[in-house]
Every structure is written in C-alpha cells, then in structure tokens.
C-alpha cells in the first residue's frame, strides 16, 4: 500500500461534477507500482468513472485481497471506506459488508492469483448470489508480488522472461461468470481507455454482481515476447464485439440511433448502455451464444473484448434473501437485538 498522499493543489479551472467536486477529490495516494503498469492505468479509469457519475467519495467502499492488484484501492476514493482482506477472501468480506449496509458502492479489486487461485470458492459463490458490487480482476498472468509464477489464468503454451512454458490450461474468469449465471460480465484491456471508462460506469450503476475482466500486462515478469499478457500481443490480437458508450438517464437527455445498429440496455436504476454492434449475429442477452463467441476466438488466438453478457432481470441477494430496504446500519438497537424470547420463537419454528 501507499502512504505517501498526493500533494493537494488546485489547479484553476478544473472542471467539477455535480457534487461541486474535482476529479482531484477521487484520487489517493501516490502509486508504488512498476512505471507503466497497467494496473494504475484502471486506476486512472476508475478515478475518471466516479467522478462523472458524481458518487459521493464517503459513500464507496473498496475491497482487496493480497497481489499488486489489491494495492489498487489506495490509489483512488481517497476518502472511501475501505478494507485490505486476507488472500482471496474479498468477496467474504464485501458479502458481509454489503448485507449490513446495502447503500454504499462497492467496489473489489483483485487479480488473478487472488482470485482464480486461493480465492476461487468465494469469488464463485459472489456470482452464484449475485453480489451487488462491481468486481475488477486486474489479469496478468503471474505472480508479480512473488517474482512472476504463472497463475491460473497464464494460457498454455505462454513463457516466462527465461522460457519456462506452461503447461496449464488456464482459468477464465469470463467463462466461469457465464457458466454461474453472473448478471453482467465483461472484458477489457487496461490501455483502452476509452472502452474501460464506459464499462466500469456501466458496472458501478449495474444491480447485481458486475465482473469487469481486465488484461494488465505486468511490465516487469510479463510483458516479453512469448507472453499472451503483453502490451504487444493484446493490442495484436485484441477483437472487440461492440462499441461501448454509456449515457446517465435523465428525462432532458434523448438518444436517437438507426435500427440494428445499437443495442440499448436498460440497467436496474434506469440508466441505459448504448451498444453498437460490430457482429451483427452477437447478443449481449443470451450467454450460451456468449460463451460460444469467446471460445471461438480464443481458438484463434483473439481475445474478445467489451460487454459480453447482461441480464437485467437477474434478482440481486438482497432480493433473494427479501431483506428490509433500510440498511441494518441504520436500525435501531431493538430491532437488531429483540431480545431471548424472539429468538426462542424463532427456534421454535423450527422444531
């Protein structure tokens, strides 16, 4: 982690949102990551998308593991709540959290080894209950903090700096998503900021879990050649399946757009993503036809890219588990606590 604050200046004429806040306001420390990481390039997108859907700071809350990746959140929402978990149980922690306080943001940021590895039973069951959290997987392919191992994402054939080839079939946290049903699931690429930014909106605003896939070439242990996480080989093998634009609803605001050549999608809270199509056969709406997208440009080499899968019918856990509308933060002692003989009657229905 970072515990060197950036300096405060005021710059004249930085734009604000409509909290009268800077983008200023959603940074944090100074980054202790390798020069050109793609994880503090997320970082960037991630301070960028909050800022333009005004979320008060104070009313996000960030989540990591261990790994480069889970440095992240001291690198933005500087003042958001916060909280580094033991290695690969984020999404336990964001699970408890969430159930006591359903009106925050919440925002997990792990990577590969966290959780593809230790972390694969709690990050399955996050989806499997549809978390409402937006999950960032910084994926690079190794172990940076442990001087580049392959993780469970390195595809197969793929080397080290000194040529050790793996021989591993990888994990692919896209396809896992699909298979457990996950609400919203997409890819991107850490230097593509122009598709990154839309879709972290889109998964901040989406009701539900929202997995965020995002290749970040390790510059240090991954980014040679032989690496399928490099700079190079994403940006030459990189296929996106649609443009991506978001548009925050309001009434003054009208979009027009030829028939067939976007695909609006309405998220839960009435804000809408704008979905041009590139294949004119692809449906973000059925995840059998997503899988089988992916897999077929896996197997030439392509790594697909964009918002691959939405379901906006999905019921969150707090619909599933018909929880009360006010957070449990905000209920009074009594209510929380009613005492042995409610208890009592509880396990009485039981018997």
């Known amino acids: ?21 800077t983008i200023r306001n959603y940074e944090g420390g100074m980054s202790t990551l390798c020069a050109g990481c793609g994880h503090d390039s997320i970082t960037a997108a991630l301070i960028q998308a909050c800022f333009e859907l005004n979320i008060p700071p104070e009313r996000a809350a960030k989540m990591s593991g261990i790994g480069c990746s889970s440095k992240t959140p001291a690198y933005f929402l500087n003042a958001a709540h916060g909280i580094n978990a033991v ?5 336990a922690i964001a699970t408890g959290a969430n159930a006591a306080n359903r009106n925050l943001y919440y925002i997990g940021v792990s990577g590969d080894g966290d959780s593809l590895s230790i972390g694969l039973g709690p990050f399955a069951h996050s989806i499997r209950r549809n978390l409402n959290m937006l999950y960032i997987i910084e994926n690079n392919g190794v172990y940076g903090l442990t001087k580049g191992q392959f993780s469970a994402s390195a595809d197969m054939g793929s080397t080290t700096p000194k040529g050790q080839l793996n021989q591993q079939p990888p994990i692919d946290p896209v396809l896992l998503a699909l298979s457990l049903g996950g609400s919203f ?28 896939d995002v290749i970040s070439p390790c510059v240090t242990f991954n980014d040679h050649q032989g690496s399928t996480k490099s700079y190079a080989y994403t940006r030459a093998h990189s296929h996106e399946t649609i443009h991506t634009d978001f548009i925050p609803h309001a009434d003054e605001i009208k979009v027009e757009y030829d028939e067939g050549a976007v695909v609006p999608v309405q998220l839960h809270d009435g804000s809408q993503i704008l979905l041009r199509k590139v294949d004119p056969d692809y449906n973000p709406k059925d995840p059998g036809d997503a899988i089988s997208y992916i897999q077929h440009h896996h197997e030439k080499g392509e790594i697909v890219t964009g918002l691959l899968y939405l379901d906006d019918n999905a019921r969150d856990l707090h619909a599933v588990a ?7 933060t905000e209920l009074s002692y009594d209510k929380l606590c009613p005492g042995a003989k409610a208890l009592e009657d509880v396990f009485e229905a039981y018997r």
């Open 185 to 212: 699931v997409a890819r991107s690429f850490s230097g593509d900021k122009e598709q990154l930014v839309p879709l972290i909106k889109a998964g901040l605003t989406h009701k539900g879990f929202a997995l965020l």
């Open 87 to 91: 290695h690969g149980r984020m999404p």
């Open 322 to 328: 018909n929880t009360t509308d006010q957070p449990l």
């Open 1 to 21: 982690m970072s515990y060197i604050t950036k300096p405060k200046v005021a710059y004249a004429g930085l734009n604000k949102n409509k909290l009268g806040l």
